[in-house]
């Protein structure tokens, strides 16, 4: 029994010299989920004027991400909050990365919402889809179902690729391992998000502390009296 303490004891001490030296919601406290150790996180911030974000990095090819999808766009609708979503389609998998592509290529020639439709419809799919021909078969009926011609080729200028390296350079930087990367993000800092279940629980914790200003007393305009001329 005193041999098995005196193993955990250094287990403790690095436990809570961890827990000291993490920075909590930048730090707001925060339900309890475990973050992970970034490199570089001065990214993760909401856009201009949003008081709560999430900020997602996701993978089309990832079968966490797509658990994760429908509850992500459920808290934003809930809310009433943005999402900023990052591509960042992991080295293992064979087409997510075409796939991520070719949902750039909608968001841009047809429309976010038509984007974000066919994100959905290849999350659906993802376990039937097992290689780049089958990605491009699955696509082509994508297209045909709502009545459009998929292009030939989808990038020819090679500018959806260059903005799905972006955003993987972006995660590289951050030092992202797995996917999805979840964070809910405030102009105080943020926290990841481990466990989607967690996500209301965590924007409600960020809301709380980051209340929106109070509304000015309402106050009749007085106007100047028109000079006479």
Known sequence: MRLTFMLAHPRLLLAAALLIATP???????????????????????????????????DL???????AFPIVHAAIEKYKIPLVRHDFPLRMHIWSRDAAITARYIQDKISPQAAEEYRRAVFAAQTSIASKDDLQRFTQKYFQSHGRVMPFVID???????????????????????????????????????????????????????????????????????PQR
């Open 24 to 58: 909590a919601f930048s730090q707001l406290s925060a339900p309890p989920n475990t973050a992970n150790a970034f490199k570089d996180t001065s990214m993760v911030k909401p856009p201009a004027g949003a008081r709560v974000a999430i900020y997602e990095f996701e």
């Open 61 to 67: 090819e990832c079968p966490a991400c797509s658990h």
């Open 156 to 226: 020819p200028t090679g500018v959806f690729t260059a903005e799905v390296q972006a955003d993987f350079t972006l995660g590289e930087r951050l030092g992202l391992t797995q996917t999805p990367t979840i964070f809910v993000v405030t102009p105080k800092g943020w926290i990841q998000v481990t466990d989607v279940n967690l996500l209301y629980q965590t924007i409600d914790t960020a809301l709380a502390q980051n209340p929106a200003p109070a509304a000015a007393p309402n106050s009749k305009l007085k106007h100047a009296p028109t």
